[in-house]
């Protein structure tokens, strides 16, 4: 499954249209906070718009918002009065099925990351959550209100709002498949 997700990167990464590329697509205050992490993290890796098929990422941007970044969402999340980010990315994990029915259900799923980012009073970011999650490459992470939901685009399954606790995040409901 890593070579398929390492191959699919590769051939989408040479496609040239308007997508987040990079993280230096980012708000430069968030690159830098994702880059120490991506630094530190070294089985994480940032994620490209591209990789989401032409027709899927259009309908996301015509149905769920316009201007959608599926993979970067930025919002006052824990009610702080200051912005927070989070980042959907590859992860490094390796699946393990409980049979092979599973298997099959889940073998378009990848590995991802989402990694929220707390803002501090000085400026800088902490990490705050980080959720390991196995689904396919059309998920996109958005934001409602103050919360954090993950989902897969044109599906129920494996759907998470992520809600504030403490100084992190708890997943307040998941529908799983």
Sequence with gaps: MKILFATVLLIVSTAAICAQKSVSDLLPSHAAALQKYLAANKDAHFMQEI???DDDLKAMRKYIRRGLKPYY??????RDGIRDFAVLLSGGRTA???NEEEAEARRNDVDLRLVIFNG???GGFTVAHIE?????LESFIDIQGR???FAVFESDADTRI?????????VEFEKSR
């Excluded at 969402?73 to 824990?78: P, S």
């Design 51 to 53: 990789v989401i098929d």
């Design 120 to 122: 501090t009073r000085k």
């Design 73 to 78: 969402a930025v919002g006052d999340l824990n």
């Design 147 to 149: 919360q954090l939901y």
């Design 162 to 170: 992520f809600a504030k606790a403490g100084k992190g995040y708890i």
């Design 132 to 136: 390991e999650i196995e689904a396919p």
């Design 96 to 98: 393990i099925f409980r």
